[in-house]
């Protein structure tokens, strides 16, 4: 029974948006601040809409209301999915589990492994089937798996929190007016809804496989630099060396001499060590 009392590891989550970011919309301040004020777990249309199976679109039975727990992460997703509302594309420029971290969701085992369970079956369980999003996975060809999922959020996820359609529209095109703006000023055409929507998608997938292949070299160059730093150091500063001769002409290594030729081996060792025992998220360059 204790067991039971004590499986959720923070009762309280709730949404921290991220450091030195840039200023949201007027349109997603205002819906926040909407969703902030009115508890959008215990909002009519939970109970009202029939959960559906994503696939088949049969209704699944659903025997009570959201449990509080699920509904406390609720209350915190949507405030992270709103802000993170791209409203031309409609898609939420954010992973479920920068969504997940940022809500405090997410969980670190003993052994140091991360889990993001309770948010993305808040998203896969209840908000996908009840039509308040759609996920849509991509085959990333770089790393032979799926990417992120690209979550986009239905009129129907505004309606939770009183912001009708109309709004969602009206916002869609104080932005597009934004865009075309800027658009005439750089002497070019300017663009319908669709084209945003379209144009704005594309972006947000081009940067995710950009992200996903430069995450995919570091850590290549991480496994390769933990295989040298993992030899004795005099060995693997020869190797260093012998790398170093090879990349450079012999004008250069004349000019550089015996001492600009030893610097050069420090910097590349040290740096082979930072990179050895680093995270991606620290971004070395």
């Not at 292949?213 to 060396?241: G, V």
Request: hydrophobic share 35%; net charge positive; proline share 4%.
């Amino acid at each position: 029974m204790s067991f039971r009392k004590n499986y959720i590891n923070n009762k309280n989550p709730f949404f921290t948006p991220p450091k030195n970011d840039k200023r949201r919309p007027s349109f997603i301040c205002f819906a926040m601040k909407k969703a902030s004020e009115i508890d959008v777990a215990r909002c009519e249309l939970n109970y009202i809409i029939q959960l559906r199976n994503i696939r088949t679109g049969i209704p699944i039975k659903r025997i009570r209301r959201l449990n509080e727990h699920r509904a406390c992460a609720m209350r915190a997703m949507v405030l992270a999915m709103l802000y993170h509302f791209n409203i031309s594309s409609e898609l939420v420029q954010a992973s479920v589990e920068q969504l997940s971290d940022e809500c405090g969701l997410s969980t670190i085992s003993k052994a140091g492994n991360k889990s993001i369970t309770r948010a993305s079956r808040l998203i896969t369980h209840f908000m996908e089937p009840m039509g308040f999003v759609t996920c849509k996975k991509i085959w990333d060809k770089v790393l032979g798996n799926y990417m992120p999922k690209m979550i986009t959020l239905t009129p129907l996820f505004f309606m939770l929190f009183d912001v009708s359609e109309k709004q969602l529209v009206n916002a869609k095109k104080q932005q597009l007016g934004w865009i075309n703006k800027n658009l005439i000023t750089k002497g070019l055409k300017p663009i319908t809804i669709s084209e945003a929507k379209t144009k704005s998608k594309e972006t947000h997938i081009k940067n995710i496989f950009k992200y996903r292949i430069s995450k995919h070299t570091f850590y290549k160059k991480k496994k390769n630099a933990q295989r040298l730093i993992a030899l004795d150091e005099k060995e693997a500063r020869q190797r260093i060396l012998r790398a170093l001769v090879g990349k450079y002409s012999i004008s250069e290594l004349t000019k550089m001499g015996p001492s600009g030729l030893k610097k050069q081996v420090n910097i590349s060792y040290y740096y082979l060590r930072k990179i050895a025992n680093n995270t991606y998220s620290d971004k070395i360059k």
